[in-house]
């Protein structure tokens, strides 16, 4: 059983950075997609960022490209979403997410394909 523990999350001003991790337990996540989700409330749960297994390539939703960047770090079996120049609306609780299956996937933002998620961090973003 693969279990997912998301740490990192806070309170940040605008304009500021953040640094969420997730660790993984029960699977070595190396050869599979792993992906980070939010959801603000009464909003449902959006695809922020993913990573492939293998060569590790990088996918993003639009409004944070160029501020958030995913990251893994196979020997600590952890994945990292590195957030710069937050804004208001991007306060959310973010969840960790990791492939149902291994292989490449045809679309990393599809929440159907993840199978294991975290638990959630709450990120608050202040004006």
């Known amino acids: 059983q693969v279990q997912l523990v998301e740490s990192g999350g806070g309170l940040v001003q605008a304009g500021g950075s953040l640094r969420l991790s997730c660790a993984a337990s029960?699977?070595?996540?190396?050869?599979?997609?792993m992906g980070w989700f939010r959801q603000a409330p009464g909003k449902e749960r959006e695809f922020v960022a993913a990573?492939?297994?293998?060569?590790?390539?990088?996918y993003y939703q639009d409004p944070v490209k160029g501020r958030f960047t995913i990251s893994r770090d196979n020997a600590k079996n952890s994945v990292y979403l590195q957030m710069n120049n937050l804004k208001p609306e991007d306060t959310a609780v973010y969840y960790c997410?990791?492939?149902?299956?291994?292989?490449?996937?045809?679309?990393?933002?599809?929440?159907?394909?993840?199978?294991?998620w975290g638990q959630g961090t709450q990120v608050t973003v202040s004006s």
């Open positions: 997410a990791c492939a149902a299956r291994y292989g490449s996937m045809s679309n990393y933002g599809r929440q159907t394909d993840y199978g294991y």
């Open positions: 029960g699977r070595t996540i190396s050869t599979y997609a």
């Open positions: 990573i492939s297994g293998g060569y590790g390539t990088t």
